[in-house]
């Protein structure tokens, strides 16, 4: 089970207040933050190099559980890998965080401070492993609270393997709304709408719509791979 953290010293912004997808700046990352931070649909990223922005954006992308995209050369890719939980949790990360990726925003920090959060249970990582070699190949981490999944970021070093990845995750999440019977009630939350998530599903709601259904997500169980 996760443990709970250190309630938070800082009075973090409500979304609802805001007009704009930056909603504040400033605070730390210590794991009672970002957990505070989750449940009030905030996520952080950084602007620059030194300051902390609290981000909700609206529209907020999501991607439905029963509107994942599956094309059939993916379902095929599903084949060559084998997907784990929790396996290479820091891997993942340091994949995600490395400098020559494009557009990268994951500081020292950053890792330090979601690898803090997984070791007390709150964050997560679903990895895909090559069955021809046995190597990290791809993969994707974020937030788990309740009936929530906040995903972070992805990565991978072979073809589709982070999409197979996040095939991992909604069978997961999925699996733990039918046996609770509250798959609905579930949120893959994946930050914005991109091109790229759009072709695999994501849909846009509204800020309203998000924190309206993140109330409801936050009082289910967490699915098992997520508990132990």
Same mark, same amino acid.
């Given at each position: 089970?996760?443990?709970?953290?250190?309630?938070?010293? =800082?009075?973090?912004?409500?979304?609802?207040?805001?007009?704009?997808?930056?909603?504040?700046?400033?605070?730390?990352?210590?794991?009672?933050?970002? /957990?505070?931070?989750?449940?009030?649909? !905030?996520?952080?990223?950084?602007?620059? &190099? &030194?300051? %902390?922005? @609290? =981000?909700?954006?609206?529209?907020? *992308?999501?991607?439905? !559980?029963?509107?994942?995209?599956?094309?059939?050369?993916?379902?095929?890719?599903?084949?060559?890998?084998? /997907?784990?939980?929790?396996?290479?949790?820091?891997?993942?990360?340091?994949?995600?965080?490395?400098?020559?990726?494009?557009?990268? =925003?994951?500081?020292?920090?950053?890792?330090?401070?979601?690898? &803090?959060?997984?070791? !007390?249970? @709150?964050?997560?990582? /679903? #990895?895909? @492993?090559?069955?021809?070699? *046995?190597? %990290?190949?791809?993969? +994707?981490?974020?937030?788990?609270?309740?009936? %929530?999944?906040? *995903?972070?970021?992805?990565?991978? /070093?072979?073809?589709?393997?982070?999409?197979?990845?996040?095939?991992?995750?909604?069978?997961? %999440?999925?699996?733990?709304?039918?046996?609770?019977?509250?798959?609905?009630? &579930?949120? +893959?939350?994946?930050? @914005?709408?991109?091109?790229?998530?759009?072709?695999? *599903?994501?849909?846009?709601?509204?800020? #309203?719509?998000?924190?309206?259904? !993140?109330?409801?997500?936050?009082?289910?169980?967490?699915?098992?791979?997520?508990?132990?």
């Amino acid at each position: 089970m996760a443990v709970e953290p250190e309630p938070t010293s =800082w009075a973090l912004p409500d979304p609802e207040n805001s007009d704009d997808d930056l909603v504040g700046v400033g605070a730390d990352l210590a794991p009672g933050t970002l /957990v505070a931070a989750y449940r009030k649909g !905030l996520f952080p990223m950084p602007i620059g &190099r &030194r300051a %902390l922005g @609290w =981000w909700s954006p609206d529209p907020r *992308g999501i991607i439905p !559980l029963d509107g994942l995209r599956v094309s059939k050369s993916l379902r095929r890719s599903c084949r060559a890998f084998e /997907v784990t939980v929790d396996r290479a949790f820091a891997d993942v990360v340091a994949a995600c965080a490395d400098p020559r990726r494009p557009n990268g =925003w994951i500081t020292r920090d950053v890792a330090r401070a979601y690898n &803090r959060l997984h070791e !007390l249970g @709150w964050a997560h990582s /679903v #990895e895909a @492993w090559s069955r021809e070699d *046995g190597r %990290l190949a791809g993969g +994707l981490y974020g937030v788990a609270l309740g009936g %929530l999944f906040a *995903g972070e970021s992805m990565f991978h /070093v072979r073809r589709d393997a982070s999409k197979v990845a996040l095939v991992g995750l909604v069978g997961i %999440l999925r699996a733990a709304g039918d046996m609770a019977k509250d798959a609905g009630a &579930r949120i +893959l939350d994946v930050q @914005w709408r991109t091109t790229h998530l759009a072709t695999l *599903g994501a849909v846009e709601v509204s800020r #309203e719509e998000y924190l309206r259904r !993140l109330g409801t997500a936050l009082e289910l169980p967490p699915p098992p791979e997520f508990s132990t």
